[in-house]
T-cell receptor, first 114, second 111 residues
């Protein structure tokens, strides 16, 4: 256990559905991240939040909408996704956003878009 | 531009042997590097890191070597065990907040 939990672990949705991914960290960290992991591709950073404020949006399409109500919780709201959005979505947290602030990852949500 | 790459996508070793996983990076300004291990069904797990002012750093059964001249990073695992089977990622952090990950090497342990 890394102290970062994600729910659900698996999600299947149609292109017209709206769903949300949830991440919670129990580490007292201030920064949280969303990553996308596709088959045979490096991890791609999507969003960064630091003290609840979004500090990075890595050119992510608007059908992905993050929300960070507090430093312990991070959501990723999904709507009108495409089949190519099927991937493992990983949440991470770190104490701060400095270079040497180790990021701790959750187990991920395996998303399949039909 | 930034890129982090791995020399081999797969590596098979005998149980008990040493494993060496390699990684190349292109950003000469990168000054902090991390190795992560990802087991099936889990997220990446931090293994060891190294700053650019060091050439070598040792952990428990793992050693990371950094060669800044050729922009090369390696992870050595001593006495490889079945539990070491996983995908190993190198990552560099040349700027705050942004980890750039390599594609990963799958390590398979043969009994």
């Amino acid at each position: 256990e890394t102290g970062v939990t994600q729910t659900p672990r698996h999600l299947v949705m149609g292109m017209t559905n709206k769903k949300s991914l949830k991440c919670e960290q129990h580490l007292g960290h201030n920064a949280m991240y969303w990553y996308k992991q596709s088959a045979k591709k490096p991890l791609e950073l999507m969003f960064v939040y630091n003290f609840k404020e979004q500090t990075e949006n890595n050119s992510v399409p608007s059908r992905f909408s993050p929300e960070c109500p507090n430093s312990s919780h991070l959501f990723l709201h999904l709507h009108t996704l495409q089949p190519e959005d099927s991937a493992l979505y990983l949440c991470a947290s770190s104490l701060g956003t400095g270079k040497s602030d180790t990021q701790y990852f959750g187990p991920g949500t395996r998303l399949t878009v039909l | 531009g930034e890129s982090v790459g791995l020399h081999l996508p797969t590596l098979s070793v005998q149980e008990g042997d040493n494993s060496i996983i390699n990684c190349a990076y292109s950003n000469s300004a990168s000054d902090y590097f991390i190795w992560y291990k990802q087991e099936s069904g889990k997220g990446p797990q931090f293994i060891i890191d190294i700053r650019s002012n060091m050439d070598k750093r040792q952990g428990q059964r793992v050693t990371v070597l950094l060669n800044k001249t050729v922009k090369h990073l390696s992870l050595q695992i001593a006495a490889t065990q079945p539990g070491d089977s996983a995908v190993y990622f190198c990552a560099e952090n040349g700027g705050a907040q942004k980890l750039v990950f390599g594609q990963g090497t799958r390590l398979t342990i043969n009994p």
